[in-house]
């Protein structure tokens, strides 16, 4: 019989909804429940695409005898971490404090006032590897909250008073300058991987905000040694098996220090972050791999995340059925000789063996290889090869697929918005530019109620339950932002505006700091508030960058005295852990370099010399520039006010940092004053 999960619109608590534990939502009536009962509460956090996750469910709470124990004993209560990130930021915060490290599932034990005493991850249902089985950790926090309750009262308090003292107040501080972003350069070189590329050891994560920061670095100072490491590293994932070689998209990290094997889920916020990277490195340097990948990753996006609605899907799952009926990490992605064999034929697959670097030993689980794109010495035929990768990819696509998370979250269809607006202008692609207007459509009018309040998540066209959180205002501004540069059409600044206005008055204190909550969200045992940038610019950059380029279309001054007081925590944080502040130390670049604002005037969006500059304007690589275009004397920009035609010809105007250029007509000076 079901349990109480049947009625939620999250998968991941859907995936739950038949096991014979009695779960909850997340709800006050579930801690009423525990506080009747006298009963402590066990939270179990995860998301539909993390395979432990499965596992765990699968060993412990698919398990009658596991789940008659919890019935009796606790009120288990369920949490989808990307519908509620305020309740996964706030415990998880209390596990990493108790153990020194965190992860999924999360599985915390608390009191019925929300209070943490006891932590941990995934459980296993024997003891091993010196981990407690799940049925002696349950059985362990009963006796405890039966014989010695002071003690866990004692615990649980102690926990709660040590976060409360952790609140960041470096709002009033200043935003950084030369010397600090200089020496975030420096960290990040001590940390570069030169013969892999990317950062640190294993497991190693795509670092999209970081190749942001020194791109937009190397624009504003040419530093060499900046696009150096952006593009190395570009070019390393890109030849991967992080990377997709058949369908395009990355894979959530590679366990490998070489790229060679990823965790293979597909996250919608990775290949929208890579995928404007790829197009930003395109812009930079011209390199035709990037394009390639820029486009892969977008029609990937276009192709398998998008939902009926027109929104984008959170993830695909990590495992699949490998043929037998088995749910296998990697299965739908991993190939041996044999299939090759199978698909290609021999002369053929003696062809894409190498060129896909699969071996007869293999590079993953039984003999099996991820497709990579080695380097290699001689040349290939395209045309073979683009036969192979088609048929290829026609003989995967008859495999059982993974699962997708259908959920649309605010955040992550903003960064898609950003990307899809930005590459589809970048490479003359309007049905990308198409993809991003339907998902902002989609936000616009299922997310956002008659106070421009922002709902986190819908799923099959219907809003979820939960209120937005800072990324979510910050990440859907970004990306209509985006779209206002690259449609022409101001309403996306306007809505824009409206989402940041609630920054301003609902997530910011007085001092500057920001918060991941809002003033009038759900009260938890602390308000959460992390500045590091993560998988995604964390609430606090991404709104300071959101709240730069809306102040630099405006010119209003309280958005851009809050973008540089958010930016304090990157001079705190910047020189120290360059990173995990990718994305702010991107939003401090645009600061230094004003951001510049260029107005397009022309006589009609059309027009072919109008459209010429616009496009120039949009492939400037100048950090963090806005582009506003219209006809003379439109209304639809603040910044196409008082901008006349120069002769009667369509005109750019370059303003920065107070000051402006002389208007020019000649595409070739626009992007001159632009870089690029």
């Not at 009423?32 to 765990?56: F, I, K, N, Q, T």
């Not at 570069?192 to 905000?209: C, I, L, N, T, W």
């Not at 979820?464 to 205002?473: P, Q, R, S, T």
């Not at 990157?570 to 502040?581: E, S």
């Amino acid at each position: 019989m079901p349990n109480r999960l049947a009625h939620e619109t999250s998968p991941y608590l859907l995936q739950h909804a038949d096991n014979p534990v009695d779960w909850w939502p997340w709800s006050r009536e579930a801690f009423e429940e525990a506080r009747r009962r006298d009963l402590p509460v066990l939270l179990s956090v995860g998301y539909s695409s993390c395979h432990w996750c499965h596992v765990m469910a699968h060993e412990s709470f698919e398990d009658p005898a596991t789940a008659d124990y919890l019935n009796a004993h606790f009120v288990s209560v369920k949490v989808d971490r990307e519908e509620r990130p305020d309740v996964d930021a706030v415990y998880m915060e209390a596990v990493q404090a108790a153990t020194g490290q965190g992860g999924w599932p999360m599985t915390v034990f608390l009191t019925p006032d929300g209070e943490p005493f006891y932590f941990g991850t995934y459980f296993p249902p024997a003891p091993r590897h010196g981990m407690p089985s799940f049925r002696q950790v349950l059985q362990g926090v009963h006796q405890a909250w039966t014989e010695r309750r002071e003690e866990v009262a004692d615990v649980a308090g102690n926990i709660v008073r040590e976060l409360a003292g952790r609140e960041i107040s470096y709002g009033d501080a200043r935003a950084p300058g030369e010397a600090e972003l200089a020496q975030a350069l420096l960290g990040l070189t001590r940390e570069y991987d030169p013969q892999r590329g990317g950062f640190g050891g294993a497991p190693k994560f795509p670092p999209s905000m970081v190749i942001e920061f020194l791109l937009r670095h190397h624009a504003r100072t040419g530093s060499e040694g900046a696009l150096q490491m952006a593009q190395d590293t570009c070019e390393r994932m890109a030849r991967g098996g992080i990377y997709d070689q058949l369908g395009g998209g990355f894979a959530r990290y590679s366990v490998d220090r070489d790229w060679v094997v990823p965790h293979f889920e597909k996250m919608l916020y990775d290949n929208a972050l890579l995928c404007r990277v790829y197009t930003h490195l395109w812009r930079s340097t011209g390199s035709e791999l990037a394009r390639r990948v820029a486009l892969e990753t977008a029609d990937f996006m276009v192709r398998e995340l998008r939902t009926a609605e027109g929104g984008f899907a959170s993830a695909l799952d990590a495992d699949s059925d490998d043929g037998t009926g088995k749910h296998v990490e990697g299965a739908y992605y991993v190939w041996t000789p044999e299939q090759l064999r199978e698909v290609l034929g021999e002369a053929d697959a003696d062809l894409a063996a190498p060129y896909f670097g699969v071996t007869e030993e293999g590079t993953f689980e039984h003999g099996s290889s991820v497709l990579q794109l080695p380097q290699h010495e001689g040349v290939f035929d395209a045309g073979r090869i683009a036969s192979v990768r088609e048929r290829l990819l026609a003989a995967r696509a008859q495999r059982p697929a993974p699962g997708r998370d259908d959920k649309v979250v605010a955040a992550w269809n903003g960064l898609a918005i950003a990307a899809l607006a930005e590459t589809g202008a970048c490479f003359d692609r309007p049905d990308l530019i198409d993809a991003a207007v339907a998902a902002a459509d989609l936000l616009v009018r299922l997310h956002l109620d008659d106070h421009a309040r922002l709902t986190r998540t819908s799923k099959d066209g219907q809003a979820g339950a939960n209120a937005g959180v800072l990324e979510d205002y910050a990440d859907v501004a970004e990306g209509f932002l985006a779209l206002a540069s690259v449609t022409g059409e101001g309403v996306w600044l306007d809505f824009a505006g409206l989402l940041l206005d609630h920054v301003l008055t609902r997530f910011t204190d007085e001092a500057g700091s920001l918060y991941d909550t809002a003033a009038d969200a759900e009260r938890l045992i602390r308000r959460p508030q992390d500045p590091t940038d993560n998988a995604t610019p964390s609430g606090w950059t991404a709104a300071a960058g959101a709240l730069l380029s809306y102040a630099a279309h405006t010119g209003s001054e309280p958005h851009r005295t809050a973008a540089e007081r958010a930016l304090g925590v990157v001079k705190a944080l910047g020189p120290r852990v360059p990173r995990f502040v990718g994305w702010g130390l991107a939003v401090a670049e645009a600061l230094l370099d004003g951001p510049r604002e260029v107005a397009v005037v022309g006589p009609a969006l059309d027009d072919e010399a109008t459209r010429t500059l616009h496009r120039t304007a949009l492939l400037g690589t100048a950090p963090g520039a806005v582009v506003a275009v219209g006809t003379e004397g439109s209304d639809e920009f603040p910044l196409l006010a008082g901008r006349p035609l120069v002769g009667g010809a369509p005109a750019a105007y370059v303003c920065r940092a107070f000051t402006c250029d002389a208007p020019v007509t000649d595409a070739g000076r626009l992007r001159a004053s632009l870089g690029g």
